[in-house]
């Protein structure tokens, strides 16, 4: 039985140049125009992880968790005194003020864990593959509701609260959360669903799951110890989703 043939490889290298493109712009971004390293992270949030969007043209899955472990570990080696010139830059680019006093970039390394968790589950079948429109839809509501929560509340939040003490939310924030999320789930619903032919869903179903997807991001934004959202959103947000197709009929 064959596991690995040449398009595997070719999935692969797309896969790996599309996350270093987008990493490299935020460095451009910071190195070149000034912008501070709070914005070239978020730049990064937005758009890295779509890298899991090559998973449906895979002729075996398994390949894309290699792709995403890749990145957990090279993120988690990534820091200001790494001897390896690119990693040091890669930590410039996503830093924290609070992450040079541990010399980890945490917040982009559980966002790469959490990707490789999620997709290893359905890339091996743990899960069956067909229903990673769930993975898909909390890792989307990932990249863009809590990507955008921060400038959002930034700008424009003047309604602010606190679950627990240091994690500082406001409405406008957990409503960017909502809408970016909303966005990202219905997008990855679809994608990984009737566009990539991995399941048939039709729009009702596709809207129903996206707006739980967003409702149930955004609470777990909002309830969340700072620094560990990139690790609670997506795998409570996979699993509403999956708990939800199937109390819907919509998966068996």
Not at 71 to 99: H, N, Q
Not at 116 to 130: E, N
């Amino acid at each position: 039985m064959v596991f690995f043939n040449l398009w595997d490889l070719v999935v692969m290298f797309i896969a790996y140049l599309y996350t270093i493109i987008v990493i490299s712009v935020g460095e451009m971004l910071r190195k070149k125009t000034g912008y501070p390293s709070s914005f070239t992270r978020k730049i990064i949030h937005l758009f890295a992880g779509f890298a899991i969007y090559t998973c449906p043209f895979y002729p075996h899955y398994w390949p894309a968790t290699i792709v995403a472990l890749t990145f957990t570990i090279l993120l988690y080696l990534s820091g200001p005194k790494s001897p390896v010139k690119k990693l040091a830059s890669w930590f410039e680019a996503m830093a924290r003020e609070e992450d040079y006093e541990t010399g980890h970039i945490f917040g982009p390394f559980y966002y790469a864990l959490s990707i490789t968790i999620l997709v290893a589950i359905f890339s091996f079948q743990i899960l069956p593959v067909q229903y990673m429109f769930t993975a898909a839809a909390g890792l989307t509501v990932m990249y863009w509701g809590d990507g955008l929560a921060a400038p959002i509340g930034k700008r424009w939040g003047k309604h602010q609260y606190q679950i627990f003490p240091g994690a500082t939310r406001s409405v406008e924030g957990s409503l960017g959360v909502f809408a970016g999320g909303f966005a990202g789930a219905l997008l990855a619903i679809w994608f990984f669903g009737p566009f990539s032919g991995l399941y048939p869903l039709v729009w009702q179903q596709i809207l129903i799951l996206a707006f739980i997807a967003a409702i149930t991001g955004m609470f777990v934004e909002a309830v969340s110890p700072r620094g560990i959202d990139n690790i609670t959103l997506p795998f409570t947000v996979t699993g509403v989703v999956y708990l939800v197709s199937i109390s819907l009929g919509i998966i068996t």
